[in-house]
């Protein structure tokens, strides 16, 4: 059975930092693609940070320079460092993974990350 599982969310003040991290199991290929895209409350999910297998990291603009994706491929993990946060970065963070050749994500269950002014 395919688990992508989230952890490390909470609650944090405005300049706070926080890490997010997700494992993934059951997932009878190698991964592809890793990301975080996060759903604030009224709001589309959106996307925040991609990484490739081989450790290219891709950014939303409105997080660039203050969260860092990372992955582990031997463990099948990606995580997301949060620097400098903003009340607007309050929102449900899903992780997702891509197979490689399955063609479609996997996503974990989500973790809230609440920012207080």
């Known amino acids: 059975q395919v688990q992508l599982v989230e952890s490390g969310g909470g609650l944090v003040q405005a300049g706070g930092s926080l890490g997010l991290s997700c494992a993934a199991s059951?997932?009878?290929?190698?991964?592809?693609?890793m990301g975080w895209y996060r759903q604030a409350p009224g709001k589309q999910r959106e996307l925040v940070a991609t990484i490739t297998r081989g450790g290219t990291p891709n950014y939303a603009d409105s997080v660039r320079g203050r969260f860092t994706i990372s992955r582990d491929n031997a463990k099948n993990t990606v995580y997301l460092q949060m620097n400098s946060l903003k009340p607007e970065d309050t929102a449900v963070y899903y992780c997702?993974?891509?197979?490689?050749?399955?063609?479609?994500?996997?996503w974990g269950q989500g973790t809230q990350v609440t920012v207080s002014s």
């Open positions: 997702n993974a891509y197979p490689i050749g399955v063609g479609y994500p996997y």
């Open positions: 059951g997932i009878g290929f190698s991964i592809g693609y």
